[in-house]
């Protein structure tokens, strides 16, 4: 992060040094700052892009070192596809795939000559998301690497040339902020376990004050007064007491009613007494992943001044085995009052969502809730790692989930709730079960949750597959992604601000 690019939107004009990347439609069509530096290289570059069979096809990269012609070291090219295909996330993962390719090469002075083909003002939000590209792709996590702390990469500087600069700047303004969210989120995710315990994470929310965000901390001591019986039961194993962070962004009218968003804060899974298999067990300290995103989500929203009064509730507990730990058979008491029987101590994110959220919706009578935790495997054998899972008592919130999904490519599906469903959960000596069985274990997940939001308007993202070590894409290397800050980002912006 400390290496992090300088990243500018500029007039657009001709570099007369370091490297420039052009961006090349489809069949090699090309804007004028593009044909002015063609002409130049006096046929250079068309010649490389013949010999190497370049089209300009979407995500497609042509390196050509040295061109005769031009004092510039490189110039890469890069295609942009079908006009009509290039659209913002298209914009956004070329900016990936270009700060990949300037990140092997170890580039120090790059200009992008962003045009559009036909030679009319580049779309600024096509410009902004290029830029969000380049520096989401720019992220690494080496804090604790010490073996190479002397090989400092040359620090890059990156000026995207275009017409309508002005306008394209503030664009990218806003998503510098939401880079920066996401970018914080997986720091969360990425953080060691002994690092990043319940009181730890407490203080990294309480340091986003400096943005805005009013934020309080509640204790183990508070939550017990509160009665949250749940949440303190997955925490009681641990010698890391929990804790409740509460953000509040107040960004919009004075009264007006609050959208929430609450996260699964488990900062470690062993499992508990129900003890998960020790291989991939250090994998664990993602579990945290639903809660990163919430808090990176916060951050976003203060950055960019976001016009809605936002709530982001998170839950942080370590869950281990111990003598003093929660067992099978146990019968917890949540704050609804409700009674839940242990089944599994593996199942114990729905435990600190069940607290989470009814605080959610009793303190703030939110418009609706999100919630976000890496919940199920069950959701991961049904979806994989390119989709979370969505589940909601509402349609319309559930579409605009959708909706939002599809736009920032941070993709969502939506599965069944239902009676039926409910009834896996129903318990012999107690309100309901923590477990309803192998058979669709991520519903049955969803509708214990569901048990604890009442008629607020409510969806719950199960982020198993997308929180953590999910595949390598153009925009991130790193094993923590911050999924779901750009997606419900969009959805404020999209359907909430006024």
Same mark, same amino acid.
């Given at each position: 992060?400390?290496?992090?690019?300088?990243?500018?939107?500029?007039?657009? %004009?001709?570099?007369?040094?370091? +490297?420039?990347?052009?961006?090349?439609?489809?069949?090699?069509?090309?804007?004028? /700052?593009?044909? *002015?530096?063609?002409?130049?290289?006096?046929?250079?570059? #068309?010649?490389?892009?013949?010999?190497?069979?370049?089209?300009?096809?979407?995500?497609?990269?042509?390196?050509?070192?040295?061109?005769?012609?031009?004092?510039?070291?490189?110039?890469?090219?890069?295609?942009?596809?079908?006009?009509?295909?290039?659209?913002?996330?298209?914009?956004?993962?070329?900016?990936?795939?270009?700060?990949?390719?300037?990140?092997?090469?170890?580039?120090?002075?790059?200009?992008?000559?962003?045009?559009?083909?036909?030679?009319?003002? !580049?779309?600024?939000?096509? @410009?902004?998301?290029?830029?969000?590209?380049?520096?989401?792709?720019?992220? *690494?996590?080496?804090?604790?690497?010490?073996?190479?702390?002397? &090989?400092?990469?040359?620090?890059?500087?990156?000026?995207?040339?275009?017409?309508?600069?002005?306008? $394209?700047?503030?664009?990218?303004? =806003?998503?510098?902020?939401?880079?920066?969210? @996401?970018?914080?989120?997986? =720091?969360?995710?990425?953080?060691?376990?002994?690092?990043? %315990?319940?009181?730890?994470?407490?203080?990294?929310? *309480?340091?986003?004050?400096?943005?805005?965000? &009013?934020?309080?901390?509640?204790?183990?001591?508070?939550?017990?007064?509160?009665?949250?019986?749940?949440?303190?039961?997955?925490? #009681?194993?641990?010698?890391?007491?929990?804790?409740?962070?509460?953000?509040?962004?107040?960004?919009?009218?004075?009264?007006?009613?609050?959208?929430?968003?609450?996260?699964?804060?488990?900062?470690?899974?062993?499992?508990?007494?129900?003890?998960?298999? !020790?291989?991939?067990?250090?994998?664990?300290?993602?579990?945290?992943?639903?809660?990163?995103?919430?808090?990176?989500?916060?951050?976003?929203?203060?950055?960019?001044?976001?016009?809605?009064?936002?709530?982001?509730?998170?839950?942080?507990?370590?869950?281990?085995?111990?003598?003093?730990?929660?067992?099978?058979?146990?019968?917890?008491?949540?704050?609804?009052?409700?009674?839940?029987?242990?089944?599994?101590?593996?199942? *114990?994110?729905?435990?600190?969502?069940?607290?989470?959220?009814?605080?959610?919706?009793?303190?703030?009578?939110?418009?609706?809730?999100?919630?976000?935790?890496?919940?199920?495997?069950?959701?991961?054998?049904?979806?994989?790692? /390119?989709?979370?899972?969505?589940?909601?008592?509402?349609?319309?919130? !559930?579409?605009?989930?959708?909706?939002?999904? /599809?736009?920032?490519?941070?993709?969502?599906?939506?599965?069944?709730?239902?009676?039926?469903?409910?009834?896996?959960?129903?318990?012999?000596? !107690?309100?309901?079960?923590?477990?309803?069985?192998?058979?669709?274990?991520? +519903?049955?997940?969803? /509708?214990?949750?569901?048990?604890?939001?009442?008629?607020?308007?409510?969806?719950?993202?199960?982020?198993?597959?997308?929180?953590? $070590?999910?595949? =390598?894409?153009?925009?991130?290397?790193?094993?923590?992604?911050?999924?779901?800050?750009?997606?419900?980002?969009?959805?404020?912006?999209?359907?909430?601000?006024?």
């Amino acid at each position: 992060m400390s290496n992090s690019p300088n990243i500018s939107i500029v007039k657009a %004009g001709l570099p007369d040094s370091g +490297i420039a990347v052009v961006l090349v439609g489809e069949d090699g069509a090309l804007g004028p /700052q593009a044909k *002015e530096l063609f002409d130049l290289s006096g046929g250079s570059l #068309q010649r490389a892009m013949d010999v190497a069979d370049f089209k300009g096809k979407s995500q497609s990269l042509l390196d050509v070192v040295a061109p005769a012609g031009l004092a510039l070291s490189r110039v890469i090219l890069a295609g942009t596809g079908k006009a009509e295909e290039f659209g913002a996330d298209a914009a956004l993962k070329l900016g990936g795939s270009v700060m990949g390719k300037l990140k092997d090469i170890k580039a120090e002075t790059i200009t992008v000559l962003f045009d559009k083909v036909d030679g009319s003002e !580049a779309d600024p939000v096509l @410009v902004a998301e290029f830029a969000m590209g380049l520096r989401l792709r720019a992220y *690494e996590w080496s804090k604790h690497k010490t073996v190479k702390k002397d &090989e400092k990469p040359p620090k890059m500087t990156v000026s995207i040339a275009t017409e309508g600069h002005s306008k $394209a700047r503030k664009a990218f303004a =806003d998503n510098e902020e939401i880079a920066a969210g @996401v970018m914080l989120a997986r =720091d969360l995710v990425n953080e060691a376990p002994n690092v990043l %315990g319940p009181v730890e994470y407490a203080k990294i929310c *309480e340091g986003l004050t400096e943005f805005g965000l &009013e934020v309080e901390i509640l204790t183990d001591k508070d939550m017990k007064k509160l009665g949250m019986g749940a949440l303190l039961g997955v925490a #009681q194993g641990s010698v890391r007491p929990a804790r409740l962070a509460v953000m509040r962004w107040n960004g919009g009218k004075a009264k007006e009613t609050p959208v929430a968003f609450v996260g699964k804060g488990v900062v470690f899974d062993t499992g508990g007494i129900s003890i998960k298999p !020790a291989a991939g067990m250090e994998d664990m300290k993602g579990d945290m992943g639903g809660s990163a995103a919430v808090v990176g989500l916060m951050r976003a929203l203060a950055g960019r001044k976001a016009k809605i009064n936002a709530v982001g509730v998170i839950g942080l507990v370590e869950n281990m085995p111990d003598g003093n730990a929660y067992r099978p058979g146990d019968i917890l008491t949540s704050m609804s009052g409700q009674t839940i029987e242990v089944i599994n101590t593996d199942a *114990e994110g729905r435990l600190v969502l069940a607290d989470a959220l009814w605080y959610t919706k009793e303190t703030f009578k939110p418009a609706f809730m999100v919630n976000l935790a890496t919940l199920t495997g069950a959701c991961m054998v049904a979806l994989g790692t /390119q989709h979370a899972g969505l589940f909601s008592n509402d349609d319309e919130l !559930a579409t605009r989930l959708y909706d939002a999904g /599809q736009t920032t490519g941070e993709k969502l599906w939506r599965l069944p709730l239902g009676p039926d469903y409910d009834k896996l959960i129903d318990s012999r000596f !107690a309100d309901m079960k923590n477990t309803g069985g192998r058979y669709g274990g991520a +519903i049955t997940a969803a /509708q214990f949750l569901k048990r604890f939001v009442g008629e607020t308007a409510w969806a719950h993202l199960d982020v198993a597959g997308t929180a953590m $070590a999910s595949a =390598d894409t153009e925009t991130n290397r790193s094993w923590g992604n911050g999924f779901g800050v750009r997606l419900l980002n969009r959805l404020v912006a999209d359907h909430y601000e006024k």
